[in-house]
């Protein structure tokens, strides 16, 4: 006989354990709660289980009726809606609304916390990719910044895709100002390197905008942000600015 309690999840134990002593101590009648098993190969298997006490003392032995269902889809279909809720579908970065998550919480930190800085980033001359290659080629230089992004970020580190060829990095550090200005150097270089696809040679680039965050909204920081990048395109682009 399998022992339940040895194929639960160790984070679901103590949970199942205490409904389950109330259940025997005759404090509730039944319980149900959706709970993770241990598979064998040691993968995990969402379940539903509802347990319910049947009889009494006098006219029926007591025993417990279980029942588990199997919910995995469900749980799948849930983690998807919350993926797709907080990221970019094309890319797999962040979206605007966890951007905007993201740098309030930021604000909330404590004054002894790393501050942060904000990369806004915007690829150089991408109309002409789809104009001239195709949307399919443009849906794929935006996937390879994104990956070059994601390649350089620290592990506090945050990046979004927040619409068309826009991008943007949440950076902490304590060395705020030479780290991101490092960092935004790492991305300019690693899009540097020339792609071939299909055919095509393509050397991308982008142009950084660079703000560093003390407690103002994600509207205003990334207002300053936006500005910095503008400064960048009208210098020249493939490059980063700091804002002032």
């Known amino acids: 006989m399998i022992d339940i309690g040895s194929i639960t ?12 002593r109330q259940l025997l101590a005759g404090e509730i009648e039944q319980y149900s ?34 029942q588990v269902s199997d919910i995995g889809h469900r749980v ?6 919350l993926f797709l809720a907080s990221h970019d579908v094309l890319t797999g970065l962040g979206n605007r609304s966890e951007l905007f ?52 970020l620290g592990p506090e580190d945050f990046a979004a895709r927040i619409g068309g060829d826009e991008f943007v990095v949440v950076a902490k550090h304590q060395a705020i100002a030479a780290y991101a200005a490092n960092l935004a150097k790492q991305i300019l270089e690693c899009l540097s390197v020339p792609v071939h696809w299909d055919g095509h040679r393509l050397k ?30 009208r210098n020249g682009k493939n490059r980063s600015v700091i804002s002032e």
Do not use: C
């Open 9 to 20: 999840h160790p984070e679901d134990r103590n949970l199942h354990v205490e409904l389950h």
């Open 33 to 66: 709660l959706d709970k993770r098993y241990v598979h064998k190969a040691g993968h995990i298997i969402w379940a539903h289980l509802e347990v319910v006490l049947v009889g009494d003392n006098i006219s029926l032995p007591r025993m417990l009726l279980s």
């Open 76 to 81: 799948a279909l849930s983690d998807q809606l």
């Open 101 to 152: 998550a993201q740098i309030d919480r930021a604000n909330q930190r404590g004054p002894t916390s790393a501050p942060i800085a904000i990369l806004y980033l915007d690829m150089d001359d991408f109309k002409s990719i789809n104009d001239m290659l195709g949307h399919a080629m443009g849906d794929r230089a935006l996937v390879h910044v994104a990956e070059q992004i994601r390649g350089v």
């Open 204 to 233: 991308l680039s982008a142009s950084i905008g660079i703000a560093f965050a003390s407690h103002q909204s994600p509207d205003a920081i990334l207002s300053l942000a936006d500005d910095a990048l503008y400064l960048a395109k």
